[in-house]
Nanobody, 117 residues
Framework: VQLVESGGGLVQPGGSLRLSCAASGFTFSRYAMWWYRQAPGKERESVAGITRGGGGKNYADSVKGRFTISRDNAKNTVYLEMNSLKPEDTAVYYC???????????WGQGTQVTVSS
């Protein structure tokens, strides 16, 4: 089982990034997917989640209207489109997969996002 995030980097305030998380080793379409983030010295927090089929989405209040989560089950990939980035969005971003049919929870290794001028 693998979840591999990509797309992080350094961006100026107001800029955009698109994160991707490629899944393998499990039935991706049976898992709800999540993006979390962890800033230095802070706890990991949920940023956005999406249901198995992609019809249901939820967001942390801090990113509503700026971030968009989506998925492509044919490509076993979940995305996080991040716009109007702020310095407080700086963190390591992780994707997570979970299913009500299984106790298994899968995490990626994370990708660093730094918002700075």
């Amino acid at each position: 089982v693998q979840l591999v995030e990509s797309g992080g980097g350094l961006v100026q305030p107001g800029g955009s990034l698109r994160l991707s998380c490629a899944a393998s080793g499990f039935t991706f379409s049976r898992y709800a997917m999540w993006w979390y983030r962890q800033a230095p010295g802070k706890e990991r927090e949920s940023v956005a989640g999406i249901t198995r089929g992609g019809g249901g989405k939820n967001y942390a209040d801090s990113v509503k209207g700026r971030f968009t989560i989506s998925r492509d089950n044919a490509k076993n990939t979940v995305y996080l489109e991040m716009n109007s980035l702020k310095p407080e969005d700086t963190a390591v971003y992780y994707c997570k997969g979970s299913s009500g049919d299984s106790p298994a929870v899968y995490w990626g290794q994370g990708t660093q996002v730094t918002v700075s001028s």
